[in-house]
């Protein structure tokens, strides 16, 4: 049970109490909950527990969603969604960028992990929500590694490898990958290894995009199994993807344009239908409308929102679910002051709060990403990484995916 509502209190109580789940409900399909008096007549007549299972709904995964909206409007009342300590008396200093889905987790722990220590660290913790503004500016204007925290935590390949951003300060030594030994069996093996051969850059964590299909809405068209599959003119103005949210959206750019080309990167922008984010991928499943997606594409975490027999079908690329890192960049500089903090986000605690149950996998190798054999991943690699202008890349890549030629 949560410290905000019981899930066996009525519909109407949990949104008259918290109004920000009224918009959360409508996107799971209780679009009647908008009109006010149908929420206070059918509201007060079912539980919560109740209305989730008339709609095959996973009661404990979408009580975390609704737990989740609440604490990132009272976080955002408080603070502008901003986590944040300043003390100029700091010995060392973080700033990051969190998935929503477990962000208010990690924060309860990484709180507790400040208060345990005996010195004052500085942070700026975002959610990805919010955007990555403060992180950008705090980048751009540095001058030197003085300028710059001694910790960063996100995903985005702009961010971390593009020249504008820190790829300026790439290959200057001023970044080490302070874990040792191998990373999780899933992540480090002979088809992936997320372990940066030059000992510069860390990652701790992944989110996989996989494919959600809407079988209502292959009209005869047969399941697609892989990323080529997209590719295929029959699914030309079916797809949907997150394309607001660029850390994903850049991650398949580089994916795709990393195993299949430029022409893979245009097909796939052929296939686009909409735009759309996770949660309203999982409600058009219930929908035959001709601007309802046939193939949704999306972080894995959100295939725990699909209803049981619905028709809506999970379905893991064969040529491998793209990843969005998690990249953990630590200063060597400042290491000795920095350690314990490292140390943490390295940890088992952390693993766990992040891994969201094995839907983000982690690369701790003592965390159980819950994956099959055959749930392999696709990414550029380091090498592709490492050789290549990744900035110039996406902007290349976006220009194609929608079709400009100039």
């Not at 149908?38 to 079912?46: D, Q, V």
Request: with cysteine.
């Amino acid at each position: 049970m949560n410290k905000y509502f019981d899930i066996k209190d009525k519909v109407y109580d949990v949104t008259e109490k918290y109004p920000e789940l009224i918009e959360v409900l409508a996107a799971a399909g209780f679009e009647n909950l908008k009109n006010d008096m149908m929420r206070k007549t059918m509201g007060r007549a079912i539980s919560l527990e109740m209305a989730l299972k008339s709609k095959s709904i996973n009661v404990e995964v979408f009580e975390r969603q609704l737990v989740e909206a609440i604490e990132r409007k009272n976080t955002m009342s408080d603070n502008n969604g901003v986590v944040r300590n300043m003390n100029e008396n700091a010995r060392t200093s973080v700033k990051g960028i969190l998935p929503c889905p477990v962000r208010m987790q990690f924060i309860e722990s990484f709180e507790k992990f400040v208060e345990s220590q005996d010195y004052e660290i500085n942070y700026n913790l975002n959610a990805a929500s919010m955007g990555m503004e403060v992180i950008e500016k705090e980048i751009l204007d540095a001058k030197s590694e003085e300028d710059l925290s001694d910790i960063y935590m996100s995903a985005g390949f702009n961010l971390f490898f593009d020249k504008k951003y820190m790829g300026r300060f790439r290959d200057k030594g001023i970044f080490v990958d302070f874990r040792q030994g191998k990373l999780n069996k899933s992540l480090d093996n002979g088809m992936i290894s997320l372990k940066d051969p030059k000992g510069e850059y860390s990652i701790i964590g992944v989110v996989p995009a996989i494919f959600i299909v809407n079988k209502d809405m292959l009209k005869g068209r047969e399941m697609p199994t892989s990323w080529e599959d997209l590719f295929k003119p029959e699914f030309e103005n079916s797809i949907a993807l997150p394309t607001a949210d660029l850390d994903m959206f850049n991650a398949i750019m580089l994916g795709i344009y990393s195993k299949y080309g430029r022409e893979g990167v245009e097909a796939l922008g052929r296939g686009l239908l909409k735009s759309m984010h996770p949660a309203q991928m999982v409600k058009s499943g219930g929908r035959k409308d001709l601007d309802t997606p046939a193939v949704s594409i999306m972080p894995y975490f959100f295939s725990k929102t699909i209803k049981e027999n619905s028709s809506m079908t999970v379905v893991w690329p064969k040529d491998g679910a793209i990843i969005s890192p998690v990249f953990l960049l630590t200063k060597k500089k400042n290491y000795e002051n920095s350690k314990a903090l490292i140390d943490f986000l390295f940890s088992n605690e952390v693993a766990n709060i992040l891994g969201a149950d094995g839907k983000f996998p982690q690369t701790n190798p003592e965390y159980d990403n819950k994956l099959e054999d055959n749930q392999n991943f696709l990414w550029a690699g380091w090498d592709f990484i490492h050789s290549n202008d990744i900035g110039k890349i996406l902007n290349d890549t976006e220009k194609w995916f929608y079709g400009k030629t100039e």
